[in-house]
């Protein structure tokens, strides 16, 4: 791949679903923390240039630590988050300079880098792009009252992930507009979306989990386990 690349770590937020007085991206993950794992993924990428790791403001200092600490060279910004993820998004935007863009989230460390590179190269083809996998399980549409009111077709959904990727100048202006407006989406796609942008679908990995619950932890575990094995380390 010949372009080069910059990528929005988020990992400003402070989920309670853990139950752990911890954030959940500074948990340890195999002796290491989660945060470090992702962040490790992008480093290796030789088409990937810059990182900007946007955290909570109490935790720059910590954060900028182990970017030493774990040699962590792509790391260009350390800087505080907004009030909302998609505040956090356009602050680390706005350090990077490469043409194109990924966002991901500093809770997806078990992102494979060929997934990466797949949705690297359908955003390339197409001018944005995320990472998705098809729905396995029928979903119901249900209204206020917990009564069914549809069923969507299976074939047509997706359940999305990260790392979303874009061309710069096209993100920076969909959240520009965004944060003019007032307007607050679910993910970045949904940004580009509002402007009529098309945005594709790369097909990714179910292991590509966002570690959120405490159940997550120990098959975070297993899958790093089994990679391990794979690479036939000890």
């Known amino acids: 791949m010949v372009e080069n690349w910059g990528v929005v770590i988020v990992a400003a937020g402070r989920g309670t679903r853990m139950g752990t007085n911890e954030s959940k991206q500074y948990l340890h993950l195999a002796n290491k923390p989660i945060l470090v794992h992702t962040l490790e993924l992008f480093q290796r990428l030789s088409f990937v240039n810059e990182i900007s790791l946007v955290v909570g403001a109490d935790d720059i200092e910590r954060c900028e630590s182990w970017v030493r600490e774990y040699s962590l060279s792509k790391v260009t910004a350390v800087l505080g988050g907004g009030l909302e993820r998609q505040h956090s998004v356009l602050r680390g935007l706005e350090k990077l300079t490469s043409d194109w863009v990924m966002v991901h989230d500093g809770v997806r460390p078990l992102v494979t880098e060929a997934a990466v590179e797949n949705c690297c190269r359908t955003a390339l083809a197409s001018g944005a792009a995320v990472l998705a996998v098809p729905v396995k399980d029928t979903i119901k549409q249900v209204d206020q009252s917990g009564v069914i009111v549809s069923t969507p077709d299976r074939r047509s959904l997706w359940a999305i992930q990260t790392p979303q990727a874009f061309r710069r100048v096209l993100l920076l202006e969909a959240h520009q507009r965004a944060s003019a407006d007032g307007f607050l989406g679910t ?31 120990p098959y975070a575990e297993f899958l790093l386990g089994q990679r391990g094995l794979e690479r036939g380390e000890a």
Do not use: C, S
């Not at 509002?194 to 966002?210: C, F, L, Q, S």
């Open 187 to 217: 993910d970045d796609a949904m940004v580009v979306e509002r402007m009529g942008a098309p945005v594709a679908v790369a097909e990714g990995d179910y292991t590509n989990i966002k570690i959120t619950t405490p159940d997550d932890l």
